[in-house]
């Protein structure tokens, strides 16, 4: 599985950005699709996650992002979507999409439940 994110950048706190992740080389409904953030020196962390068909494309949040953060699934363009708002200097970070294909809802917010990632986009809050 391949996978390509998009729409990172710079916003001001308040503001928002919307983050995508196209994935490639598998049945899109069949794969788990996660989206984790890092800055430098901490651990990657969970941000959301929306799951394959057969776990209904139930969503997950991480507690800080619920309420502002929306995860969509697009599977005619097997892309995911992660819709940010009232965006924070807190969310700074790198984000990753990641696929899998093995989670249950118990490993759905660690990232080593997922076998495939992309290549984080960076997304800058200033306060």
């Known amino acids: 599985v391949q996978l390509q994110a998009s729409g990172g950048g710079l916003v001001q706190a308040g503001g928002s950005l919307r983050l995508s992740c196209v994935a490639s080389?598998?049945?899109?409904?069949?794969?788990?699709m996660g989206w984790f953030r890092q800055t430098p020196g901490k651990e990657r962390e969970f941000v959301a996650a929306i799951r394959r068909a057969s776990g209904g494309f139930s969503t997950f949040y991480l507690d800080s992002v619920k309420g502002r953060f929306s995860a969509s699934r697009d599977n005619a363009r097997n892309t995911v979507n992660l819709q940010m708002n009232n965006l924070k200097p807190e969310d700074t970070a790198l984000y990753y999409c990641?696929?899998?294909?093995?989670?249950?809802?118990?490993?759905?917010?660690?990232?080593?439940?997922?076998?495939?990632w992309g290549q984080g986009t960076q997304v800058t809050v200033s306060s």
């Open positions: 080389g598998r049945t899109f409904r069949t794969l788990d």
């Open positions: 990641a696929a899998g294909d093995t989670l249950i809802q118990s490993t759905i917010r660690s990232h080593l439940a997922y076998a495939w």
